[in-house]
């Protein structure tokens, strides 16, 4: 090796430990949310560029953000000061693996999600961050068919169900409207609403006895239902067209009916069944980890995006909603205001019951639920016996949940091991 090769890898050398010290100068913000360009360019700048020092936001996939956390837990040090991440990735770290975030005196407005931070334990492992969800909708001409004595923002499934057949009755035909077409998102209805408000689980309680009538009430709604259903996909185009009055979708396949006619419409929390307001959060989350080089900067900045300037900030950068009470300004989309007090009154309901997204089940996940949504086909579209479909589906759901491995998500109660379908 030539002298001029020694001389520059020597400069190499030291330039590389010079950027590492800038890098590690900041506060290293790790996550694996807001990762598309134009949300980590706004994180950076419109976000985190209030905080009293500077932080280096990075986001990554899944899989790079776990491997380079392991590797510095592993060797006891590291320069990560900051996890930000869904609840499925941090269920999946020891929580001794965390620090305890109680001392901070910071929470999400929903005790629901707070006891999920907890992860088992008796402390604050992560801190809520942000979330989004499903909501309902309807259209204004509807609500004089509500039942009498409902509230809209407290409604139970029996009340849905009369208030779909008032409207079939008052029109003449069925205007509740549901995302069965092809590229609608029904199984998280099933996994995230009507099992959790029925079962209070979704994978043990799967063919239980509570399981079955859950079905039949959604039995009884699909009576109301548009027939062309099996057709829509992205239902605020149904809101728009007036092919349906009352809908069940994601936040962001309800925005462009918000955007277009606000006075048109009205969101409202998922209904409730006799086991809780089964919705579907997706929750993110705030954590430090042991190995943090600056415990007092990285509490600081958890903190810091939990004040409600920085939720407002974090909505506007990534659409996902605040976590903490705030009241939303006036020059926010339509979509978002009339979404957010939906989103905020259900996860704050003292009935709420999350049923989390699916979690450990890595490529099995759309066989996982392709189980719902054969169920879904065969009992409400063929009409089919409903116990013998779901002793049917019930052997498929336990061969995934065995070939996977993966423990049970909320609400269904933790497994050791592989998650049973009782």
Request: net charge negative.
């Amino acid at each position: 090796m030539t002298r001029m090769t020694h001389f520059a890898g020597a400069v190499s050398g030291l330039a590389l430990l010079v950027s590492t010290a800038a890098v590690q100068a900041d506060v290293l913000f790790w996550s694996t949310q807001a990762r598309p360009v134009e949300e980590a360019q706004a994180m950076r700048q419109d976000v985190l560029s209030g905080f009293d020092e500077t932080v280096d936001y990075q986001p990554n996939e899944d899989g790079p953000w776990l491997t380079r956390l392991q590797a510095e837990l592993q060797a006891g040090s590291g320069s990560i000061e900051v996890l930000g991440a869904l609840h499925g990735n941090f269920s999946a770290i020891d929580p001794e693996s965390l620090v305890d975030l109680d001392d901070l005196g910071v929470s999400a407005s929903s005790e629901t999600f707070n006891t999920l931070a907890r992860l088992g334990t008796d402390n604050m492992q992560y801190i809520p961050w942000m979330q989004a969800t499903y909501i309902m909708a309807a259209n204004k001409e509807a609500l004089p068919y509500l039942p009498d004595g409902a509230d809209i923002n407290a409604l139970t499934y029996d009340q849905l169900i009369e208030w779909a057949a008032n409207v079939h009755e008052g029109t003449g035909s069925p205007k509740f409207g549901f995302p069965a077409g092809p590229k609608g998102l029904k199984h998280r209805f099933f996994q995230g609403y009507l099992y959790p408000s029925y079962t209070d689980g979704v994978v043990r309680t799967f063919a239980s006895p509570e399981a079955v009538t859950a079905w039949e009430k959604f039995g009884e709604l699909w009576e109301h239902t548009n027939p062309s259903s099996t057709n829509f996909s992205f239902m605020q185009e149904q809101l728009l067209s007036g092919d349906a009055w009352i809908v069940f979708d994601h936040t962001s396949r309800l925005a462009q009916a918000f955007n277009e006619r606000p006075d048109d419409f009205v969101a409202f929390p998922a209904p409730a069944g006799p086991t809780g307001r089964g919705f579907m959060p997706v929750l993110a989350g705030l954590a430090v980890p042991a190995t943090a080089p600056d415990m007092d900067a990285a509490k600081a900045l958890v903190s810091y995006m939990l004040a409600p300037e920085t939720q407002l900030k974090t909505l506007q950068a990534t659409s996902f909603f605040p976590v903490v009470d705030v009241e939303l300004p006036d020059d926010l989309p339509a979509s978002v205001q009339a979404s957010g007090a939906a989103i905020a009154a259900m996860s704050g309901a003292p009935d709420a019951n999350p049923g989390l997204l699916p979690s450990g089940l890595g490529d099995k996940g759309g066989d996982f639920n392709r189980v719902y949504v054969d169920t879904f086909e065969r009992i409400i579209l063929a009409r089919q016996p409903i116990e013998r479909v779901l002793e049917d589906q019930k052997r498929r759901l336990s061969a995934i949940m065995e070939e996977t491995g993966a423990p049970c998500w909320a609400p269904d109660a933790p497994s050791e091991g592989a998650c049973p379908v009782e």
